[in-house]
């Protein structure tokens, strides 16, 4: 079972990233998926959810109208495209799926700074 996150790296305030999350090893369209992240000192949270047929998502209220999860369980995929970006955005970002086992990604870094 691998999940191998992508797209993270430095970014402005005000900017986009678009963050990947390939999936293999396990029926992906039968799992939810989510995106957490964890700052420097700060507990892992999670920032946006989203159902396995991706009818139905779900997000931290920070992120919300900033931040879009989809899927494309065609390509095993789940994105975080992140708009308007925050320095406080600035975090480690791991995407986790959640069926009859969970698995977590290694983890991309977001920077957000001027």
């Known amino acids: 079972v691998q999940l191998v996150e992508s797209g993270g790296g430095l970014a402005q305030p005000g900017g986009s990233l678009r963050l990947s999350c390939v999936a293999s090893?396990?029926?992906?369209?039968?799992?939810?998926m989510s995106w957490y992240r964890q700052a420097p000192g700060k507990e892992r949270e999670v920032v946006a959810w989203?159902?396995?047929?991706?009818?139905?998502?779900n997000y931290k209220d920070s992120v919300k109208g900033r931040f879009t999860i989809s899927r494309d369980n065609g390509k095993n995929t789940v994105y975080l495209q992140m708009d308007t970006l925050k320095p406080d955005d600035t975090a480690d970002y791991y995407c986790?799926?959640?069926?009859?086992?969970?698995?977590w990604g290694q983890g991309t870094e977001v920077i957000v700074s001027s």
């Open positions: 986790q799926a959640t069926g009859t086992r969970q698995y």
């Open positions: 090893g396990f029926t992906f369209s039968t799992y939810h």
């Open positions: 989203i159902s396995r047929d991706g009818s139905s998502t």
